[in-house]
């Protein structure tokens, strides 16, 4: 069964802007700690990446994925399904953005995720947070 996590927080940044740089997923290595390298493998036709690969860090080792992006509800939710993955079963979630009443941006981060190998709860809970901070990485980037 798949874990879920979910984390909102606000960003002093309009939505558009938000938006701009959760969906830029070729720059997600200059500012997403843990993401090592992405590979853009298919387009919609509006240019707009849909077969995203990815390697990154986790669980003290390196881990591809291949996710596939679904832009029906743009801008205000970017949803994901893991497509393909090397120790994961699941990697399924959204951003979801909404304005704020001073022009700043809410996102709320929602996670399913499921690995091929059972772990301890404790080595969970830490692959977590490190999943959760790049909500925080979106938002110091977002707001440089």
């Given at each position: 069964?798949?874990?879920?996590?979910?984390?909102?927080?606000?960003?002093?940044?309009?939505?558009?802007?938000?938006?701009?740089?959760?969906?830029?997923?070729?720059?997600?290595?200059?500012?997403?700690?843990?993401?090592?390298?992405?590979?853009?493998?298919?387009?919609?036709?509006?240019?707009?990446p849909?077969?995203v690969?990815?390697?990154?860090?986790?669980?003290?080792?390196?881990?591809?994925?291949?996710?596939?992006?679904?832009?029906?509800?743009?801008?205000?939710?970017?949803?994901?399904?893991?497509?393909?993955?090397?120790?994961?079963?699941?990697?399924?979630?959204?951003?979801?953005?909404?304005?704020?009443?001073?022009?700043?941006?809410?996102?709320?981060?929602?996670?399913?995720?499921?690995?091929?190998?059972?772990?301890?709860?404790?080595?969970?809970?830490?692959?977590?947070?490190?999943?959760?901070?790049?909500?925080?990485?979106?938002k110091?980037?977002?707001?440089?």
């Open positions: 069964m798949a874990e879920t996590a979910s984390q909102t927080t606000t960003i002093a940044a309009a939505p558009e802007r938000v938006w701009a740089i959760a969906a830029d997923f070729e720059t997600y290595p200059e500012w997403a700690k843990d993401v090592k390298d992405v590979i853009v493998r298919g387009r919609d036709e509006q240019g707009r849909i077969e690969e990815y390697r990154a860090s986790a669980l003290g080792r390196s881990t591809h994925y291949t996710l596939w992006y679904d832009y029906s509800d743009a801008p205000n939710v970017l949803a994901w399904k893991m497509l393909r993955g090397d120790i994961m079963r699941t990697i399924d979630g959204a951003y979801h953005f909404s304005a704020t009443s001073d022009g700043g941006t809410e996102v709320r981060y929602d996670l399913a995720i499921e690995l091929v190998v059972p772990l301890p709860g404790f080595v969970k809970r830490r692959a977590e947070v490190r999943i959760l901070n790049t909500v925080r990485e979106l110091t980037r977002a707001e440089a």
